[in-house]
């Protein structure tokens, strides 16, 4: 799929690069209307309703390639929106030919088959499509956009040498760069660990979609396209990802996007942590 997407995104880019001084000047002075409508309007697109999307962060700076961010996007099928429900990586699941485990230990076994079968069988819900996506790859995106804008509410410091993880962040309003957004999204060395993680994951979601919706942000489609395509690996086709992105865009801008992680805590067995996940709170949530 990667291969199609990256041919598909080259063939866009050209097209693009044709259409450019056009799209500028009419996104300029239609500037109250969304840059991406300009876009998005002249892409082939395919209304995905009622499905399930399981998205993994994949962090392939490690020695063992683990799924850092697993988050699973519900569509609803009449009323345009968007439910957003995270799984702690480091929650306990039982999983095929491993027993219990930690859930991003289902990647580094066996791979996204075994992941998206896995994360089906505990949260009680079909997996329609996937969406893989390389982390270190994604700092290029954020650097495309000319970096984002973000209120970091602690000062974020940690060094680990062996895993070439260096995170030095200080508390307040600030712009990040690839980079640094990059330390931002790893960050789980608290009192709150992975929790902590994902709130910070969901609200730079927040706020690279501001981004995204800017005029400015015309200037950097051809390049966003590019770095999009080396970076994601999916079994949705490009039409069904342009609806996908209309989907996201209306229920962003009318604020019907619903957030939540799975509820329970911090639990030792046999020597090690894991987040153990509060079943009939956790069935709530799903429904919600």
């Not at 990586?89 to 066996?110: E, F, P, S």
């Not at 957004?181 to 709130?199: K, T």
């Not at 039409?239 to 865009?249: A, I, P, R, T």
Request: proline letters at 3%; aromatic letters at 10%.
């Amino acid at each position: 799929m990667r291969s199609k997407w990256r041919k598909r995104s080259g063939i866009v880019a050209s097209v693009l690069g044709v259409y450019f001084v056009s799209f500028f000047f009419i996104g300029y002075i239609l500037s109250h209307i969304a840059v991406l409508d300009i876009f998005l309007s002249m892409m082939p697109s395919d209304r995905l309703k009622g499905v399930n999307i399981l998205a993994i962060g994949v962090d392939d700076t490690t020695y063992v390639k683990r799924s850092d961010a697993i988050i699973i996007f519900h569509l609803d099928p009449g009323l345009n929106r968007i439910g957003v429900f995270s799984v702690p990586r480091d929650t306990r699941v039982q999983a095929d030919g491993l027993g219990y485990t930690k859930i991003n230990h289902t990647y580094a076994h066996g791979g996204v088959g075994l992941l998206r079968e896995t994360v089906s069988d505990f949260i009680g819900v079909p997996i329609d499509y996937y969406m893989k996506l390389n982390l270190q790859g994604f700092s290029s995106i954020v650097d495309t956009l000319g970096g984002v804008e973000v209120t970091i509410q602690k000062d974020l410091n940690y060094t680990d040498q062996a895993a070439g993880l260096y995170i030095q962040l200080n508390k307040g309003k600030q712009r990040l760069n690839g980079d640094q957004a990059m330390q931002y999204l790893r960050f789980r060395q608290d009192s709150e660990g992975d929790i902590g993680r994902i709130r910070r994951q969901q609200y730079f979601m927040q706020q690279i979609a501001k981004q995204m919706t800017r005029p400015s942000t015309i200037l950097t489609i051809p390049s966003l396209i590019s770095d999009i395509g080396d970076i994601i690996d999916t079994d949705l086709s490009f039409s069904e990802l342009m609806g996908l992105v209309l989907q996201f865009k209306k229920a962003y801008l009318n604020g019907v996007i619903t957030k939540g992680t799975v509820p329970g805590g911090i639990a030792l067995i046999n020597g090690a942590s894991y987040w153990k996940a509060d079943i009939p709170k956790m069935d709530e949530k799903v429904s919600e």
